[in-house]
Structure formats: structure tokens, C-alpha cells
């Protein structure tokens, strides 16, 4: 039995997306930000400078350093309900804050603590 061209492409096609489905739906798959501890001795300001990268979303700033959100939008004067599955840098270029003042907010919080 010979198939055609196109219907390898899809069979292809389907066999690669469905193995990333599946692995993703079982938990093999994992993204880069799951893996990631930050311990308190490493809090310096390098160390947060290192770790706070645009890509990453929001609500990672909390999982990774700790620091609530609400936190965060009190000291950057942003809303409390924005969408903490936005990018940082898209947040930043809709409100107009800098990395630097992110990340001296975060250094900030954890000196608190």
C-alpha cells in the first residue's frame, strides 16, 4: 500500500503534535520557569538582575522571588487586576515602568522580609 505525499505530511504532522500533546497532558513536558528555586542568599542584586528576564510571565516574579503581586503593582502605581499572564515586558511597555525598578523592588521586598 503506497500513500501519497500529502497524506504523509499530515500523518507526520499529527504524530508530532500529538507525542507534545500528550507528553504536556501526563506532565512530561515541562517548561523552562517550572524548574526554577531561588534561595534567599542569592538574592543579591546581580543575582535578580540574572533572573528577571521580558519574556517571563508575571505571575513567575511571585512563584520565583516570593514578592505578591499586589506588592509589585503598589510600588510600579499599576492595578491591582491586571493579567498576571502577560509577559513582563509587555506589561512594561503598556505602563511604562523599567526593568531596573523591578528588580530593585523585588531586592527590596526580600531585604524586608
Known sequence: MRISKKQFISITFLLFWGIIALS???GLW????QGIEIHQDELGTGAV???I???MKVKAI?????VPINYVCNELDLPQ???QELSI???KNKYGFEM???RKIVVKYNKQK
Open 24 to 26: 504536556m497532558t501526563t
Open 30 to 33: 515541562k517548561s523552562k520557569m
Open 49 to 51: 538582575k540574572e533572573k
Open 53 to 55: 528576564k521580558g519574556w
Open 62 to 66: 511571585e512563584k520565583m522571588f516570593g
Open 81 to 83: 487586576n491586571i493579567n
Open 89 to 91: 515586558k509587555d506589561l
Open 100 to 102: 531596573d525598578e523591578l
